[in-house]
């Protein structure tokens, strides 16, 4: 158990690495930029009846009902069956062009501000994935650090163990002391199994971060403080609560709903639409001309007067959803105010439980120093020595955690306040 854990089938080498992989694989931006890809159609839907619109249309007509009368049409006029051809067809084009669509081109200009709003959050979906990939990185790091504590500690118990089992031999020491020394053996074999399991789930983890089912581990020579940096040039750092995406996002949406509030207004207005049709006849007897070919051209006024209170409705509805987008946004401006003040506040925080780890850990080094030096002295118990190691190993371990908590909370403070491009 005193050998390294084997090392991960994938080694992340440097934050371009990770943005490469998170370009290709990540699911959360894939679907963020597929809803940019949404609006954009949604928006051209939105177009389309302002636009015109060119139709074609043909049919066929064959009587199977036909009687006997005098074609009039003929030359000389002779009897004939009824009606004559008895199939008859035409096709032709219809020209729609609407001249008056107040409603269709307000829409379309709420359609481009969904495509904003969408953009907005993919761009915060940038900074939530950068976050997630940096925190997975320093886990990892933690973990394998960890595992690499617990086994020096394993290797002092065993040390510690095999010294009493020398003494016990000379009658320096008693069997009970060896039984506590085994105690501890057994222990910090227990560390190293967890922290082994640790070191494979944050591995995991950083493996979905990247957006594989695979485990990625860190390069042994990376260096956090340098990814940090790099990380950071990655994102560019706001100002204020509002220039947060998520808040921005969230002010597009209030302003999508107003805006639908609005559109109801339009569909008390008329449209009016010109309209042109070319038809060809294959029987020309039947055209208002006399001929194969009719061409016409009119306009169209329709005037929605009563629609049983459909409008009504729609605005209910609409200005319900208003309310609600509005609430969102001051919901979403509060927690972000917490949020950013919660992260700055743990820098301060982790910086000074750091100072305090390392004096505890200087503090418990020392202990277990004199412990030791008391019990091959005879003076000092093995419990003494036990308990003062346990507490070196927890000691040192937590200042390892303390370390990269800071780094976390440097990268989490930061990117409360940033945008991010991946």
């Given at each position: 158990m005193l050998e390294d854990p084997p090392a991960a089938p994938n080694q992340l080498s440097d934050w371009r690495q990770a943005l490469k992989l998170i370009r290709s694989n990540s699911s959360l931006l894939k679907t963020a930029r597929s809803q940019v890809d949404v609006a954009r159609g949604q928006a051209r839907q939105a177009l389309a009846p302002a636009l015109p619109s060119l139709t074609g249309d043909a049919q066929i007509n064959h009587h199977l009902l036909r009687g006997e009368g005098v074609d009039i049409f003929a030359?000389?006029?002779?009897?004939?069956?009824?009606?004559?051809?008895?199939?008859t067809w035409n096709a032709g084009l219809n020209l729609r062009v609407p001249l008056l669509a107040s409603k269709a081109?307000?829409?379309?200009?709420?359609?481009?501000?969904?495509?904003?709003?969408?953009?907005?959050?993919?761009?915060?979906?940038?900074?939530?994935?950068?976050?997630?990939?940096?925190?997975?990185?320093?886990?990892?790091?933690?973990?394998?650090?960890a595992a690499e504590v617990s086994r020096v500690s394993l290797r002092s118990a065993l040390s510690n163990l095999e010294l009493n089992r020398r003494r016990a031999r000379l009658g320096s020491a008693s069997a009970v002391d060896v039984l506590r020394m085994e105690q501890e053996v057994e222990r910090a074999r227990q560390q190293v199994i967890n922290a082994d399991e640790a070191i494979r789930r944050s591995r995991e983890n950083l493996g979905l971060a990247l957006g594989t089912s695979d485990a990625w581990g860190v390069a042994p020579n990376i260096s956090l403080d340098a990814l940090a940096v790099q990380a950071r040039n990655s994102c560019e750092?706001?100002?204020?609560?509002?220039a947060r995406l998520d808040v921005r996002a969230a002010e597009a949406n209030a302003e999508i709903a107003r805006r639908n509030v609005k559109s109801v207004d339009y569909l008390y207005v008329p449209t009016i639409d010109g309209v042109s049709s070319a038809t060809y006849?294959?029987?020309?007897?039947?055209?208002a001309n006399g001929e194969s070919v009719t061409w016409t051209i009119g306009a169209v006024l329709s005037w929605n007067i009563y629609d049983g209170g459909f409008r009504y409705g729609t605005r209910q509805v609409n200005e319900a959803q208003l309310a609600i987008a509005q609430e969102s946004v001051i919901d979403r401006k509060r927690e972000a105010r917490v949020e950013v003040d919660?992260?700055?506040?743990?820098?301060?925080?982790?910086e000074a439980n750091l100072v305090v780890s390392t004096r505890a850990a200087?503090?418990?080094?020392q202990s277990a120093?004199?412990?030791?030096?008391?019990?091959?002295?005879?003076?000092?118990?093995s419990f003494d020595m036990v308990d003062t190691a346990r507490t070196q190993r927890e000691a040192e371990l937590d200042v390892t955690l303390k370390e990269f908590?800071?780094?976390?909370?440097?990268?989490?403070?930061?990117?409360?306040?940033?945008?991010?491009?991946?």
């Open positions: 030359t000389p006029p002779q009897t004939t069956s009824l009606p004559d051809p008895a199939t081109w307000y829409d379309r200009g709420t359609a481009k501000q969904a495509i904003n709003a969408r953009q907005l959050e993919a761009q915060d979906a940038e900074r939530l994935t950068v976050g997630d990939v940096a925190n997975a990185i320093i886990q990892v790091v933690t973990a394998e650090r750092e706001q100002k204020s609560i509002d006849w294959s029987d020309a007897n039947r055209t919660r992260a700055l506040r743990s820098i301060r925080v982790a200087e503090i418990a080094r120093r004199f412990a030791q030096i008391t019990f091959l002295n005879g003076t000092g118990t908590e800071l780094l976390r909370a440097k990268i989490t403070a930061f990117l409360s306040l940033a945008s991010c491009q991946v």
